[in-house]
């Protein structure tokens, strides 16, 4: 197993994206526990339709509950880039498929990106062990873990440390939005910093622009590595 192949399938840091030489295969995968009410087609749905009209990208959508848990071997190895979601049920996916993930990943180059909260996710969870062990500094503890969260109700600034990385380019240009619901404090423009608002649109996009543009980026980005 070559280290190199594990950063670049998780974009860890890196050259600047080479252009694709086809549409990149995309499958937006779920185990379908996120709420019904907020993603009536899921986070894989919602997915999907952001990516419909993306240029140069071509996204399916499959499910926990689909024939092989939806990550059969061909179907991954149609696939540029997973986008995985996963947040109860991750003991419940098998560990062959846990291992044809890792093995698409380590052999083939196939872009994985799991999002929230797959921290716990048992395919990015041995990718990180064996990335920590090769680093020479073996994680203590269970790989994705969380130390202990206290809500205080406070906002959160994030900082953008590599703004030259293709995952984090394009600044974050909208209309005037209809409601403005919160914002960040502004900071010195000589730093780099800009309000990065929570706005409302009447048409509403579940899936925020600022993320969505993060969502894209990367899978620009994973699989032109």
Known sequence: ????SFLTALAAAGAWPLP????IRVMAWSERSEPAEIYPNGINGAMLQML???????????????????????????????????????????????DRIIRRVEQD????????????ARAFQ??????AERRGAPLDGTPGRWGKV?????????????PKHPIAKDPFNVPPPDVKIMERPLRRRAAGWQQRPAMEFRK?????????QILKNAIRFLASR
């Not at 996204?59 to 995985?84: F, M, Y």
């Not at 041995?126 to 990335?131: E, F």
């Open 1 to 4: 197993m070559h280290r190199r």
């Open 20 to 23: 694709a030489k086809s549409s």
């Open 52 to 98: 419909s009209h993306e240029k140069g990208i071509m996204a399916t959508a499959a499910n926990l509950a689909d024939p092989g848990q939806g990550l059969t071997e061909e179907g991954l190895r149609n696939t540029d880039v997973l986008i995985s979601f996963g947040h109860k049920h991750h003991k419940v996916l098998t560990d062959e498929n846990v």
């Open 109 to 120: 180059g196939m872009g994985y990106l799991p999002i929230h909260s797959s921290h716990y």
């Open 126 to 131: 041995k990718i990180m062990a064996t990335l």
């Open 150 to 162: 206290r809500n205080e109700g406070k906002p959160e600034l994030i900082h953008v440390l590599e």
């Open 204 to 212: 509403r996009q579940r899936i925020q622009a600022e993320v969505q």
